[in-house]
């Protein structure tokens, strides 16, 4: 099993930053694309980002430019750094990953990945 446990999230006014974090651990070996996804009241999940094993990067229109992913493979961890934020960020944020890096290049459905973390909120006010 892999188990995902995010931290860093919180209550921030428009225009500011946080930083989320992902630690793996567990069956380390069965990670390849990590992923971050969000989930507001009331809407469906959605693909925030996701992250090659090699680093290669995609991003959800939404945050293009002001979100960036990125992971450390030698302590198991994925991160997020949210700039600029947004009321509309306003979500419960979720770690993801699986094993395979096919069709990491760009975020796809929350269905392909096996293996969550428990989320952390993240709250914008305008």
């Known amino acids: 099993q892999v188990q995902l446990a995010e931290s860093g999230g919180g209550s921030v006014q428009a225009g500011g930053s946080l930083r989320l974090s992902c630690a793996a651990s567990g069956y380390i070996s069965r990670i390849d694309c990590m992923g971050w996804f969000r989930q507001a009241p009331g809407k469906e999940r959605e693909g925030v980002a996701t992250?090659?094993?090699?680093?290669?990067?995609a991003y959800a229109d939404s945050v293009k430019g002001r979100f960036t992913i990125s992971r450390d493979n030698v302590k198991n961890m994925m991160y997020l750094q949210m700039n600029s934020l947004k009321p509309e960020d306003t979500a419960m944020y979720y770690c993801?990953?699986?094993?395979?890096?096919?069709?990491?290049?760009?975020?796809?459905?929350?269905?392909?990945?096996?293996?969550w973390g428990q989320g952390t909120q993240v709250t914008v006010s305008s």
């Open positions: 992250i090659h094993s090699d680093g290669i990067a």
């Open positions: 993801a990953s699986r094993l395979g890096n096919w069709n990491c290049g760009s975020v796809g459905p929350s269905t392909v990945f096996p293996y």
